[in-house]
């Protein structure tokens, strides 16, 4: 009887089974212990990542690490949930290779972003017609080269720093016109800005921070990527009496979502709604700031952003504008690429990303393509920003 008890709960908590995902396209297969991981679109179908079982709903791969549920996913790195809805199978092109001649990698790659990408109306980009001017150009005969030209340049007008495509040979990326993404010389140049700007206050780093006490207690805090643990360095920070903070996010490539949040809860007093987030096909689902236990800081904030300020670090900053007193921005819009990205292999294994989601501000506004613009508009890597930000604090 026991015996029977066990094996009876055993078997209602099991994963086994196949699942897709609503929205992004995916499915994952779950048997003893481990998930295999399926990119789809409606022509192809490729296993991606497999992940084994490290404790009861907690799934590890070389790269990532996922909780899953019956119902549920989430996927570390990424904010909210992602649903999942049983099949009774794979799909049958799962049980096929697809084939890698020159016309099937285009019409994976076409499918893959018609499939997912939310902004083609707000870029002003007709995928459809993209499709009928450029497949007739793909034959059997086509380089490598060509082929690479004619997809990349189908990316282009997208005008977006989180589309990419990746061959042995060859990389394209986007970028918004007229912007700059993070580089080396962008640092060094920032770094020589900052420099002059802090007038001989000593900057102190803590990995990816970097923070000065500036007079009348009022702090800087740069932070140059969202790729690593903050909450230490920040726990030092916040322990200070300060009565005004200037966040630089000016060169900063994004990284970690969660990592953005837990930077906002530590300036608020109140939860709070960050942003809503959302795919073609799924309902916003909104992400939410908690004040944090640790030491925080309440009072009034100045951010610095620009162009450089890409993908967490601009949802970092659109999680801050909803916190009281609103922090007043200075510098130049952000890049406006918001969206995790999925990093898909095409049937000749050349690599594309893939920008899935749509975020959107508590009151429902899309920056995506544009940016977050600044309250205070100013040339970014200028003393005028750094200037015009202090005064404000000290007022």
Known sequence: MITATVAAVAALLSLDGVYQTDGYNVAVAISNGTAQFYDLTKVSCAPSDIATEVRPGVFESEDSRYRISPHRLQVDGSVGTIRLRPLPALPARCAVETPSDPLSVFDVFWASYAENYPAFRLKGVDWRAE?????????????????FELMAGMLEPLGDAHVGLRSPEHAYSGVRPGTELPSDELEAR??????????????????????ADLPGRIGYLRITSFDEDLDDALDTIFRKPLLGLMIDLRVNPGGSDPFGLRLAS??????????????????PQSIRVHPSRRPSYRGPIAVLTSGATVSAAESTTLALDGRSPRPIRYGESTQGAFSDTMIRTLPNGWLIAVPAERYVS??????????????RATPAFDSSTFEAALRELRR
Not at 193 to 208: E, F, N, Q, V
Not at 266 to 283: D, E, M, Q
């Open 131 to 147: 499709r009928a001017r450029v497949r007739p150009q793909i034959h059997a005969g086509i380089s490598d080269d060509r082929l």
């Open 190 to 211: 920032a770094q020589a800005l900052i420099h002059k700007d802090l007038r001989g206050a000593k900057l102190t780093s803590y990995g990816s921070i970097q923070y």
């Open 266 to 283: 530590r300036l608020t007093n109140k939860p709070y709604v960050a942003y809503r987030k959302s795919t073609l096909v799924t309902a």
């Open 362 to 375: 508590a009151s429902g506004r899309n920056y995506e393509g544009v940016g977050l613009p600044p309250h």
